[in-house]
C-alpha cells in the first residue's frame, strides 16, 4: 500500500529548535514539515495547505498556541501538540478544554514529542476512517430512503390497480347475475 508522507505543520520561534524538530521528523516520519513562527501565519497556512498534525509553541509573538488550537479546530480538525518552556495551570486546563492531544514542557527528551506526534497521527487517521464511515453508512441510509418511498409509490400503484380490477369484476358478475346482457365498465379508481 502506498501511503502519503504526513504533513505536519510546526508552529516554533526558536530557530534552533524548529532545525532540531525538523530534521527529527524527516528521519521519523518522512514527513511535509511546513514551518511558520506565529499564529497569524499558521493560520494562513492552515487555509491553504491542511495538515496532518500542528505542533506549536505556548507562548508566541502574535499569540499563543492555546488561541491557535482553537482557531484551528473550526478550519481543519488536525491534532495539535502543544510544547512550553512554562506552564501554569490554567493553560493546562484550558489546553485540555481545547482537546490538545500532548502537552509536553521543554526541555524534553526529542523523543517524547516523536512518540507524542505519533500519537497525534494515528488519532487523525483513525478519526479520518471514522468520518469516512460515517460519510458511506449516510450515503446507504440516503439509498435506503428512497429506495424505499420508490417501493411504497410502486406498491400504491399495484393497489389501486388491483383495487380497480376488483371493482370491475364486481360490477360484471352483479351485471350477470341481473342477467343484463349489456355490461358498463366500472368507474376508474380516483389516483391521489
Not at 25 to 44: H, K, M, N, P, S
Not at 99 to 114: E, M, Q, Y
Not at 129 to 143: G, K
Not at 152 to 178: F, S, T, Y
Request: charged share 30%; with cysteine; glycine share 4%.
Amino acid at each position: 500500500m502506498n501511503r502519503r508522507a504526513p504533513k505536519i505543520l510546526l508552529v516554533e520561534p526558536e530557530p534552533d529548535l524548529v532545525e532540531l524538530f525538523v530534521a527529527a521528523f524527516a528521519q521519523r516520519f518522512d514527513a511535509q514539515i511546513t514551518c511558520v513562527c506565529g499564529v497569524e501565519a499558521a493560520l494562513d497556512v492552515t487555509l491553504v495547505t491542511p495538515h496532518d498534525v500542528v505542533i506549536a509553541e505556548l507562548r508566541l509573538e502574535d499569540g499563543n498556541g492555546l488561541q491557535l488550537t482553537e482557531r484551528l479546530a473550526s478550519l481543519s480538525g488536525a491534532p495539535v501538540v502543544l510544547t512550553a518552556r512554562d506552564l501554569e495551570a490554567a493553560d493546562a486546563v484550558e489546553a485540555l478544554r481545547l482537546g490538545v492531544r500532548d502537552l509536553l514542557i521543554k526541555p524534553f527528551p526529542i523523543v517524547h514529542l516523536l512518540d507524542a506526534v505519533d500519537r497525534a497521527l494515528r488519532a487523525g487517521q483513525t478519526e479520518r476512517a471514522r468520518l469516512a464511515r460515517y460519510r458511506r453508512m449516510r450515503e446507504l441510509v440516503r439509498h435506503v430512503i428512497r429506495d424505499r418511498r420508490d417501493l411504497n409509490r410502486r406498491v400504491e400503484l399495484i393497489c389501486r390497480d388491483l383495487v380497480g380490477a376488483h371493482q370491475r369484476l364486481v360490477h360484471r358478475v352483479l351485471a350477470i347475475q341481473d342477467g343484463r346482457k349489456e355490461v358498463t365498465p366500472a368507474p376508474p379508481v380516483p389516483t391521489a
